[in-house]
């Protein structure tokens, strides 16, 4: 069974990078049909979808914050990861690593809270 577990800093300044990890257990972020992606929640706000990237490492973002995101893997350790550039407040949110098959949703992380503040 695919367990997932963000990490990273839970406090980055303005016009920082945030960079966040997602650990996955229970199954390899490089099966066939498998996607990994990372959505946010603003406080007082919906969900958004920022990106994922595939089994084969294709990477896909949402065209809202394309310039700014990117997702990348490490596959000795069974981990993708995000990097946000140039973060201002609106960025603060919980960040959800998620686990995708065949593109639907099957499995969220915890979630964690990054609050952009100086």
């Known amino acids: 069974q695919v367990q997932l577990q963000e990490s990273g800093p839970g406090l980055v300044k303005p016009s920082q990078t945030l960079s966040l990890t997602c650990t996955v257990s229970?199954?390899?972020?490089?099966?066939?049909?498998?996607?990994w992606s990372w959505i946010r929640q603003p406080p007082g706000k919906g969900l958004e979808w920022m990106g994922a990237?595939?089994?084969?490492?294709?990477?896909y973002y949402n065209p809202t914050q394309k310039s700014r995101t990117s997702i990348s893997r490490d596959t000795s350790k069974n981990q993708f990861t995000l990097q946000l550039s140039s973060v201002t407040p609106e960025d603060t949110a919980v960040y959800y690593c998620?686990?995708?098959?065949?593109?639907?949703?099957?499995?969220w992380g915890q979630g964690t809270l990054v609050t952009v503040s100086s």
């Open positions: 998620a686990f995708l098959r065949a593109w639907c949703l099957e499995l």
């Open positions: 229970g199954g390899s972020i490089t099966t066939n049909s498998y996607y």
């Open positions: 990237i595939g089994d084969s490492g294709s990477t």
